[in-house]
């Protein structure tokens, strides 16, 4: 199976940029569908991108479309999050999970077999 380790949370402006790493151990993760998803205190978890195992296929909620990039790096066995024009809204933990699903990538938790530990992201406004 796989592990995930999520990386590169911090705290940042409303208007800046981060990058989240997902890094990946035990097996390739172009092997498994991979989501980013966020969960703020007292929310639900929330979906916020996905990329197909392919790398051909990606999914953004409405919320951070035109903001966010999912890619993924083969060579480095890791999937990254790029996040521009951070809104206070954006604060939570982020967490990327991997689906064995044989589809297309998909914004339902449960749907994903593995997940990581999450790191934070807080926006000051």
């Known amino acids: 199976q796989v592990q995930l380790v999520e990386s590169g949370g911090g705290l940042v402006q409303a208007g800046g940029s981060l990058r989240l790493s997902c890094a990946a151990s035990?097996?390739?993760?172009?092997?498994?569908?991979i989501g980013w998803f966020r969960q703020a205190p007292g929310n639900e978890r929330e979906f916020v991108a996905a990329?197909?195992?392919?790398?051909?296929?990606?999914t953004y909620s409405d919320s951070v479309k035109g903001r966010f990039a999912i890619s993924r790096s083969d060579a480095e066995n890791t999937v990254y999050l790029q996040m521009y024009r951070l809104e206070p809204e954006d604060a939570a933990v982020y967490f990327c999970?991997?689906?064995?699903?044989?589809?297309?990538?998909?914004?339902?938790?449960?749907?994903?077999?593995?997940w990581g530990q999450g790191t934070q992201v807080t926006v000051s406004s």
């Open positions: 999970a991997a689906g064995s699903d044989v589809g297309l990538p998909t914004q339902y938790a449960s749907r994903y077999d593995y």
């Open positions: 990329l197909s195992r392919s790398g051909a296929v990606r």
């Open positions: 035990g097996r390739t993760v172009s092997n498994y569908n």
